[in-house]
């Protein structure tokens, strides 16, 4: 029931100041949801740079024909290495407004690393390996691909199952390279001969090892130690370096 002041004029009941302030509650609530930032937004924003990091190591290879001195050959690869890890502290960083990314965690930053620095090894011998034999090529692609995403994914979004996943593809990989080297390898043009230890392999092959046991800790020991920059930039060059 409405009241009635002396001026005359009739006052507005409790409960519709009330709904005024629920609708603008809602309002508010409504516009802060659209402002606040979410895994898909920050996947199309890292999609221009993956791009970059996945084709960087192809085009070195493809050209690298024409690096005759070694210095520029050396320089050109110190590059195309850091552009291709790179994607790994902009994910970093673009995931620490998310609610339940793994930004921000040295172990889970360290195991991103290592992904995409093998993911670099194995974009930049994708050709060869096609020239070698079809198969070979697309079992390249994939695995390259794979680890490209999945840390970019591990950072936007820590997931128990996506580090079961990381570890045991990754084993997955070392123990295929392992096979191959011995000549037990049951396809392919040279299936009984095994090919030579290369430096390149060798390294990816201890970014893989490493990316497992750091899945491994994670999911035993949960959320590890804070990420510092320092230790951002310290990781990353050094994952670069290799």
Known sequence: MRTTSRTGRRSTPAHAWEEEWREAAETERVEAARARPTARSRLLLLL?????????????WVDARLLHRTEAAIIASAVVALIAVSVVPLANRLGVALPESGSGDRLLFIAALASAGAAAVHFSVIKMHFDEYTLYGVFFVGSAVAQLVWPIWLLLRRWAPLLVLGAIGNAAIVALWAIDRVGWTPIGPDATKPPPFGLG?????????????ACIVALARGRGRPLRWRANLTLTLGTAAR
């Open 48 to 60: 221009p740079p993956a791009v970059v990091a996945a084709t960087a190591p192809m085009i070195l």
């Open 201 to 213: 392999d060798s390294i990816t092959s201890g970014f893989e090892v490493l990316l497992v046991v």
